[in-house]
């Protein structure tokens, strides 16, 4: 059974920085391409950031230059390193994890606060 699990959201000021972790169990992971999603209050889901199996990435315009997404293979574990941070980025994040048959796992999701 796939398990996501999120850490690191938070309440944080504007410009701030916050690192999410996403670890994953009951994959194999190397070969399950990630992406993080959000979903801010009265809104669609979006996608913000994707890394595929090898490494490949791709970004929402709106984070381009300020988030950063990697992986960790060998910890089984997907990062988002957000900077610069505005309220507008306030949402639930949530991991998601696209194995290569097309299945889909997704995380409990995990508040990012962007406030002063």
């Known amino acids: 059974q796939v398990q996501l699990v999120e850490s690191g959201g938070g309440l944080v000021q504007p410009g701030g920085s916050l690192r999410l972790s996403c670890a994953a169990s009951g994959v194999i992971f190397s070969l399950n391409a990630m992406s993080w999603h959000r979903q801010a209050p009265g809104k669609e889901r979006e996608l913000v950031a994707r890394?595929?199996?090898?490494?490949?990435?791709g970004y929402a315009d709106s984070v381009k230059g300020r988030f950063t997404i990697s992986r960790d293979n060998a910890k089984n574990t997907v990062f988002l390193q957000m900077n610069s941070l505005k309220p507008e980025d306030t949402a639930v994040y949530f991991c998601?994890?696209?194995?290569?048959?097309?299945?889909?796992?997704w995380g409990q999701g995990t508040l990012v606060t962007v406030s002063s």
């Open positions: 998601n994890a696209r194995s290569p048959f097309g299945s889909d796992a």
């Open positions: 890394i595929s199996s090898r490494g490949n990435t």
